[in-house]
Nanobody, 116 residues
Framework: QVQLVESGGGLVQSGWPLSLSCAAS????????MGWYRQAPGKQREMVAL????????YGGSDVEGRFTIHRDNAANTVALQANSLKSEDTGVYYC?????????WGQGTQVTVSS
């Protein structure tokens, strides 16, 4: 069983940067995809950023793509999510995600609250 543990969440001021990290319990070298999803209060979970094993990156939307970046460190078995100029609408629970062939794994999530 693959375990994913997020860290870095908390209270962040509007306009400030964000840095989240997800640590996997095993090597991620051959993971088909790793990334981040988020779920704002009262909204459905949405994809923020994904990176495939081939290094192809996908972002959830134009607003996300312009401010968020994903970094995959295969040597450290981690995937990070960074953002600048946080907005109030960035508030939500951020979940680490991994896919290995047909199986999907999720972290427990870390709360990010952006105060204006």
């Amino acid at each position: 069983q693959v375990q994913l543990v997020e860290s870095g969440g908390g209270l962040v001021q509007s306009g400030w940067p964000l840095s989240l990290s997800c640590a996997a319990s095993e090597s991620i070298f051959n993971f088909n995809a790793m990334g981040w999803y988020r779920q704002a209060p009262g909204k459905q979970r949405e994809m923020v950023a994904l990176m495939t094993v081939g290094g192809v990156t996908h972002y959830g939307g134009s607003d996300v793509e312009g401010r968020f970046t994903i970094h995959r460190d295969n040597a450290a078995n981690t995937v990070a999510l960074q953002a600048n100029s946080l907005k109030s609408e960035d508030t939500g629970v951020y979940y680490c995600y991994a896919r290995i062939m047909r199986r999907e794994y999720w972290g427990q999530g870390t709360q990010v609250t952006v105060s204006s």
